[in-house]
């Protein structure tokens, strides 16, 4: 698709902002972040279940890490947000976080936005419950890092009839990313109800692939205990490189950054 058609697409988009980058290995890096609005999951601990449905209006920081916004209506084109992108990025960008919602739900909208993105020379960080490996493939090519959830069955995300079917979906997509040489983020929320066996099926489906395991403690009622993590690190470290495996919380909210 041309480039000007490109920009005309558009998109429900719920907050455009500039903050860090508060989880995985790649934490403490200065992002954009360009929230999409609606997501086709309803996952137990979600901490932006406000934009599990489409918004009327996306607030857009302005100026850049102030914490004030401004409004603009929904739907927004590619060429407004990338209007926005550029005028929030500066020395030191890491690379523009699209995130959710879902991105997945909005995949044409979010290709031409990652497209763009990438031929003004900005990475792109691309943030995903793997849904649907079919719409992941269409856009894959054009980004740079995928960080993909696992969801397990105690995470509640979906009835339970189709859950084989979204892990199958989220084991594609990790595929997908890894053989495309996208740097590859896997994560695995950990509640206090998660068990050894989900995280041991889930790490043994990964088997050989390059990628890098997060493993996410939940906070408050749903915080595993100290000791739960260090026995799912161990579950984890039985099928993959201990290397790429990791205990990491999400520090932004310690940071006390968006």
């Given at each position: 698709?041309?480039t000007?058609l490109?920009?005309?697409?558009?998109g429900?988009?719920g907050e455009?902002f500039?903050?860090?980058?508060?989880?995985?290995?790649?934490?403490?890096?200065?992002?954009?972040?360009?929230?999409?609005?609606?997501?086709?999951?309803?996952c137990?601990?979600?901490?932006?279940?406000?934009f599990?449905?489409s918004?009327?209006?996306c607030?857009?920081?302005?100026?850049a890490a102030?914490?004030c916004?401004r409004?603009i209506?929904?739907?927004?084109?590619?060429?407004?947000?990338?209007n926005q992108?550029l005028?929030?990025?500066s020395l030191?960008?890491?690379s523009?976080?699209?995130?959710?919602?879902?991105?997945?739900?909005?995949?044409?909208?979010?290709?031409a936005l990652?497209?763009?993105?990438?031929?003004?020379?900005?990475?792109?960080y691309?943030?995903?419950?793997?849904y649907?490996a079919?719409?992941?493939k269409?856009i894959?090519?054009v980004i740079n890092?995928a960080?993909?959830?696992?969801?397990?069955?105690?995470?509640?995300?979906?009835?339970?009839a189709?859950?084989p079917?979204l892990?199958?979906?989220?084991?594609?997509?990790?595929?997908i990313s890894?053989?495309?040489g996208?740097?590859?983020?896997?994560?695995?929320?950990?509640?206090?109800?998660?068990?050894?066996?989900?995280?041991a099926e889930?790490?043994?489906?990964?088997?050989n692939?390059d990628?890098?395991?997060?493993?996410?403690?939940?906070s408050?009622?749903q915080k595993?205990?100290?000791?739960?993590?260090?026995?799912?690190h161990?579950?984890?470290?039985?099928?993959l490189?201990?290397?790429?495996?990791?205990v990491?919380?999400?520090?932004h909210?310690?940071m006390?950054?968006?």
């Amino acid at each position: 698709m041309p480039t000007q058609l490109s920009m005309m697409l558009e998109g429900n988009v719920g907050e455009i902002f500039y903050s860090i980058q508060g989880e995985g290995p790649l934490i403490g890096r200065r992002q954009i972040f360009v929230r999409t609005a609606g997501c086709n999951l309803r996952c137990c601990y979600c901490d932006t279940s406000g934009f599990g449905k489409s918004v009327e209006t996306c607030r857009i920081e302005h100026p850049a890490a102030s914490g004030c916004f401004r409004q603009i209506p929904n739907p927004v084109s590619v060429k407004t947000v990338m209007n926005q992108v550029l005028r929030l990025r500066s020395l030191g960008l890491h690379s523009v976080s699209i995130t959710g919602g879902e991105p997945l739900c909005q995949h044409k909208f979010v290709r031409a936005l990652a497209n763009e993105c990438r031929t003004s020379g900005i990475r792109v960080y691309f943030e995903t419950n793997g849904y649907s490996a079919e719409r992941f493939k269409e856009i894959v090519d054009v980004i740079n890092f995928a960080a993909i959830d696992l969801k397990l069955p105690s995470h509640k995300a979906c009835p339970c009839a189709q859950w084989p079917d979204l892990m199958d979906n989220e084991l594609a997509c990790t595929r997908i990313s890894s053989e495309k040489g996208v740097y590859t983020i896997v994560k695995m929320v950990i509640l206090s109800s998660t068990q050894a066996s989900e995280v041991a099926e889930a790490c043994r489906s990964l088997g050989n692939l390059d990628t890098f395991l997060v493993l996410q403690p939940a906070s408050g009622t749903q915080k595993p205990s100290s000791i739960e993590l260090i026995r799912f690190h161990e579950e984890a470290s039985r099928y993959l490189d201990p290397e790429k495996v990791a205990v990491i919380p999400q520090a932004h909210k310690l940071m006390g950054v968006l």
